[in-house]
Nanobody, 124 residues
Framework: VQLQASGGGLVQAGGSLRLSCAAS????????MGWFRQAPGKERLFVAA????????YYADSVKGRFTISRDNAKNMVYLQMNGLKPEDTAVYYC??????????????????WGQGTLVTVSS
């Protein structure tokens, strides 16, 4: 599976962005998908994850209620709708694919494939 994230940009605090992750490969629908983010000088952190069917979603506490993860298996796409953005959301956002195992889904090493990242900058 190859992944390509897009949709990042500069937005003011309180604004919205939608990130997209395009996947190639016929096995896309078998994988759980996750979004992670990495701020400069910091570790890569879990943001959200979604099961292969889209029936289960998981969020970091810091984004719960503001971000929504979704997927369209027919289009091989995963999305991250980000509302109510805050300056602390500034980071490079990465999409990832892997077998979604609850309990370890927040760990970056639980994912097998990664996109290249897209930069989100939130100004105050």
């Amino acid at each position: 599976v190859q992944l390509q994230a897009s949709g990042g940009g500069l937005v003011q605090a309180g604004g919205s962005l939608r990130l997209s992750c395009a996947a190639s490969g016929r096995t896309f629908s078998r994988y759980g998908m996750g979004w992670f983010r990495q701020a400069p000088g910091k570790e890569r952190l879990f943001v959200a994850a979604i099961s292969w069917s889209g029936g289960r979603t998981y969020y970091a506490d810091s984004v719960k209620g503001r971000f929504t993860i979704s997927r369209d298996n027919a289009k091989n796409m995963v999305y991250l709708q980000m509302n109510g953005l805050k300056p602390e959301d500034t980071a490079v956002y990465y999409c990832a694919a892997g077998p979604l195992r609850v309990g370890v889904h927040i760990r970056a090493d639980a994912y097998d494939y990664w996109g290249q990242g897209t930069l989100v900058t939130v100004s105050s």
